[in-house]
């Protein structure tokens, strides 16, 4: 960590200095190795304006040619991606008088927050070109790699069978698989994913630690972000993205050294020498191109899957029964007037459904994962029952 003194801080002739370059150095080096994005991703150095790659749209293929004859024409087929770097910005604001006191203190909460909002604010570009700050569109860059193939996650105790389907939608376009990016939920259900066949888990091997560098033999890398559940921005759905990351390329063309703002309101926070305050300010410039998005797939929750749902049963009487279908599992048969603690047992009788119910009239049903859950009644009069994703 830089050693900075107080004057260094705080003091100055006024208006925007620059604090020394070790210290954006540092945020910049801290904010590479929190960001998911540089540790799947091919970095290449990109310049400000157009970075142009050259991509092949059909690959050469040897041939043999007999004593004599003539050679075959290339069937190498170019074409050009391009990266138009943009920038990422975030402020941070201290007051004089909590520098004074603890101004190392305050040296390492400025180089881990401005670095880790950075780095979120990389992946959410890369992954679903959103804006941090807002959870607004970015208008600027290339397409996101959400906008790759899709595949929904339907079942928990199935994931195994829709990776499989996953990798099958990436190699049957020609890619390789080299690596997952994944939201800590989809960790969780791949740890929940129970083998129908024997009881055994899936992959015991995962605890519940998020720091896991490689599945199945792949680089893996895990955050919040693949989802979009950070900053102002609502979760997506996405729950993991997987595929050929040599397609991603990805780089920066500045790193501007830390802004010291003393006057002024550059936060819209009020002015800063009538709070007795001092701002700093981290801007990196930076871009990325998918070669093709043909060469990921991302893993989605569901249309219609929820944590929370609401069931409610209408009239019934002795001998009618319902079931629940949680993803492809489905309960035994219900009495129509069982209690919230009866519904409980039945839903935890399935495997790899774990599961909460509270209520009386309208019961509350709490999954540890979303899931799409459904009703089928059984009554001989006008009774019903429903199920309602909250």
Known sequence: MATLTTTTLVGGTGGTNLLPRRVSDEIWKKATAASIVPRLAQSSPVILGDNIFPTLTARPAATIVGEGGNKTDSQLELGAKVIRPIKAQVG??????????????????????????LARQIDLAVFHKLVAASGTAIEQGDVALDTAPSYELVDINNIDAEIEAGYGVVTDAGYDFTGFAMDPKFVARLRQAVNQKNGQRYYPELGFSNQIDSFNGLTTAVSKTVSGQVDAVADTKVRAIAGDFSALKYGYALNIPVKKIEYGDPFGNGD??????????????FGWAILDVNAFVVFKDADGAARTWDLVVSGGASGDTFTLTVGAATTAAIAYNASAEAIETALNALSG??????????????????AVVSATGTFAGAGSVSVTAL
Do not use: C, W
Not at 92 to 110: A, M
Not at 272 to 285: M, P
């Open 272 to 285: 800063l020498q009538r709070r007795n305050s001092v701002a700093y300010l981290a801007e990196v410039i």
């Open 353 to 370: 459904v774990t599961a909460s119910v509270t209520g009386t009239v309208t019961k509350t049903i709490t999954l540890s994962a979303p």
């Open 92 to 117: 941070l604001e201290f007051t004089i008088e909590s520098i004074e006191q603890n101004p190392s203190g305050v040296l390492g909460l400025l180089q881990t927050e401005l670095s880790e909002a």
